[in-house]
T-cell receptor, first 113, second 115 residues
Framework: KQEVTQIPAALSVPEGENLVLNCSFTDSAIYNLQWFRQDPGKGLTSLLLIQSSQREQTSGRLNASLDKSSGRSTLYIAASQPGDSATYLCAAPYTGANSKLTFGKGITLSVRP | NAGVMQNPRHLVRRRGQEARLRCSPMKGHSHVYWYRQLPEEGLKFMVYLQKENIIDESGMPKERFSAEFPKEGPSILRIQQVVRGDSAAYFC?????????????FGSGTRLTVV
C-alpha cells in the first residue's frame, strides 16, 4: 500500500526566495506522480505530471523532479511570489499502475511580501 | 470545455438527512473518481466508476454511502442518514481512460456541513 509523506506541513518564506517542496513515497513501482495546488476553500489545480520514464517536468517557474529509486519527488519554485501562497499536494498511484491516487497531506506555503 | 463540474458547491444537511453530490466529468472523460478531504487530513480515495460500472469502491464506508455513474447524466455520490463526521469536502476527478498515464482533472468540490 502506497504511503505519501510531505514534510514540513507548513513553510513561510520571503518573496523572491527559491524553494523546494519535498514529497516521499513508499512504493517506487509507480507510473507517474502528480503535483497539485489547492487554494483555501477551493479545488485542486494540477501543476505538473511526471511520468516514470521522465526525471523532471517544467512549467514556468515550477520544476518537478522524480527519483523512483529513492522514493522522492521535489517541486522547485523559483522566485516565489505572494500569489504562490497555497497548499501543495503530491499524489502517487495507489500501487504501480493503479489509477486511484494516494495523496500526501500537503505543504502549506506562505510567501511574505 | 467547462472542466469537471461539481454541484452544489456548499451543502448543509441536518443529521439524518440525505446528501446527494453531483459530478459531471470533463467532455470525453468516462472515468470518475471520488475523494474525501476531512479537516486536517489529506484526500482519501473513495470510489472509482466508469459509465454504468463501479470499478473500485474499496474506499467507501460500508454503510450509508453509495455512488453511481449512469449512462446519461452526472455521477452521484449519495450519503444517507448523514452524521456530523460526514462533514468534509468531497472532490470528484475525471480521466479520459483508466490508465495512470494521463493526469486527473479535479472539480472544485462540494463542502458538506452536517448540523
Amino acid at each position: 500500500k502506497q504511503e505519501v509523506t510531505q514534510i514540513p506541513a507548513a513553510l513561510s518564506v520571503p518573496e523572491g526566495e527559491n524553494l523546494v517542496l519535498n514529497c516521499s513515497f513508499t512504493d517506487s513501482a509507480i507510473y507517474n506522480l502528480q503535483w497539485f495546488r489547492q487554494d483555501p476553500g477551493k479545488g485542486l489545480t494540477s501543476l505538473l505530471l511526471i511520468q516514470s520514464s521522465q526525471r523532471e517536468q517544467t512549467s514556468g517557474r515550477l520544476n518537478a523532479s522524480l527519483d523512483k529509486s529513492s522514493g522522492r519527488s521535489t517541486l522547485y519554485i523559483a522566485a516565489s511570489q505572494p500569489g504562490d501562497s497555497a497548499t501543495y499536494l503530491c499524489a502517487a498511484p495507489y500501487t504501480g499502475a493503479n489509477s486511484k491516487l494516494t495523496f500526501g497531506k500537503g505543504i502549506t506555503l506562505s510567501v511574505r511580501p | 470545455n467547462a472542466g469537471v463540474m461539481q454541484n452544489p458547491r456548499h451543502l448543509v444537511r441536518r443529521r439524518g438527512q440525505e446528501a446527494r453530490l453531483r459530478c459531471s466529468p470533463m467532455k470525453g472523460h468516462s472515468h470518475v473518481y471520488w475523494y474525501r478531504q476531512l479537516p486536517e487530513e489529506g484526500l482519501k480515495f473513495m470510489v472509482y466508476l466508469q459509465k454504468e460500472n463501479i470499478i473500485d469502491e474499496s474506499g467507501m464506508p460500508k454503510e450509508r454511502f453509495s455512488a453511481e455513474f449512469p449512462k446519461e447524466g452526472p455521477s452521484i455520490l449519495r450519503i444517507q442518514q448523514v452524521v456530523r463526521g460526514d462533514s468534509a469536502a468531497y472532490f470528484c476527478a475525471s480521466s479520459p481512460t483508466g490508465s495512470p498515464n494521463y493526469g486527473y482533472t479535479f472539480g472544485s468540490g462540494t463542502r458538506l456541513t452536517v448540523v
